[in-house]
């Protein structure tokens, strides 16, 4: 591969760089000093090298999940029934009819909070005991990216809204609601009795 010619200016750098390095007297460092070679894992035989162990992940151990917090419907099915057995597996099937729905579509989260807030309330001090909350599923707005992002906030804020006060002293149970009511997109309250 042929270079270029140098030019004057390069020259004159060089030369300056040149004129300030003061070079090394003889047999002060030997280049055997330099570039000493790794000693072996092997001491029988030095031009063997180690052999390197199969990778495995997490040590061998059973895979790690990407996602660290389950879904919804997991955590709500883990947590203990509080209603009746019979009603939640009726509820669980679809075969309850609920006695108020709400559909919080399109709403901004401080007006679906203030929304489910008195929905509850006023619907408890009714007597009503099973209500249907309509969130929907939530729209995939934002590309593939590096950090994974859950979709519809509301559908994730609004089990978080009636486990907090006001609301949990009148909620007994809420789980995702049957595909017949809106599936993945909805949850059943069953509220306490009224006193």
Do not use: C
């Amino acid at each position: 591969m042929k270079g270029r010619k140098p030019r004057n200016e390069e020259l004159d750098l060089w030369k300056k760089v040149t004129d300030r390095v003061t070079p090394l007297e003889t047999g002060q460092l030997a280049p055997s000093a330099i570039l000493k070679p790794k000693p072996s894992a092997d001491p029988k035989d030095p031009s063997k090298p180690k052999p390197i162990a199969p990778f495995k992940m997490n040590g061998g151990k059973a895979p790690v999940k990407d996602n660290i917090a389950p879904s919804l419907g997991q955590a709500l099915q883990t947590q203990p029934v509080q209603m009746d057995k019979k009603a939640f597996r009726s509820l669980q099937r679809g075969k309850l009819k609920p006695d108020a729905r709400i559909d919080l579509h399109g709403m901004t989260l401080d007006r679906a909070h203030g929304a489910l807030t008195r929905f509850v309330m006023s619907s408890h001090t009714s007597g009503k005991r099973l209500l249907l909350v309509i969130t929907g599923k939530g729209k995939n707005r934002d590309g593939p990216g590096p950090i994974p992002v859950r979709h519809g906030v509301l559908r994730h804020q609004v089990p978080e809204w009636l486990r907090l006060a006001p609301l949990n002293s009148v909620v007994m149970q809420v789980t995702q609601a049957h595909i017949s009511h809106g599936g993945g997109g909805a949850y059943y309250v069953y509220l306490r009795r009224s006193r």
